[in-house]
């Protein structure tokens, strides 16, 4: 009787340490949201066969049909502009394009067509780009 008085004590000793461990973890990470084109903004990250950039800014080119998201993108001293239709390939420019169409951009500026598949959008933080030095 003695011993499974001894091993109840045991046990329960057992689980209450667990108990406390358990009561100490950090809570759970908070849920970030998927980035896509549509929610891209300032301080996110692009990752594309030419670089890793961070968008500097955003802004929208053309209306209607013929609306285009325009990124800034930084990469050190590196600048590039991203051209992104609702679907369809995308556009990574060298120079800031005037036109919302994806083909004209790149005949016009010598950037690269992309797919979509091949460029990565991940969050950053909540960071706003870098201006430089100060």
């Not at 011993?3 to 667990?18: F, K, Q, R, Y």
């Not at 950090?26 to 594309?48: I, K, S």
């Amino acid at each position: 009787m003695l011993s499974v008085s001894l091993l109840a004590a045991a046990a329960l000793g057992i689980a209450a340490v667990s108990f406390w461990r358990l009561s100490r973890l950090p809570p759970p990470a908070a849920v970030v949201e998927e980035r896509t084109f549509a929610n891209l903004g300032e301080g996110d990250v692009v990752l594309a066969p030419e670089g890793d950039f961070l968008v500097a800014a955003r802004e929208a080119l053309g209306e209607g049909a013929a609306r285009a998201d325009l990124f800034a993108l930084r990469s050190g001293r590196d600048r590039r502009w991203l051209l992104a239709c609702s679907e369809g390939p995308v556009a990574l420019l060298p120079l800031k394009p005037e036109t919302s169409d994806v083909d004209r951009a790149v005949a016009v500026h010598g950037g690269k067509k992309l797919e979509r598949a091949t460029v990565d959008l991940l969050p950053g933080g909540g960071l706003p780009a870098s201006t430089g030095r100060a």
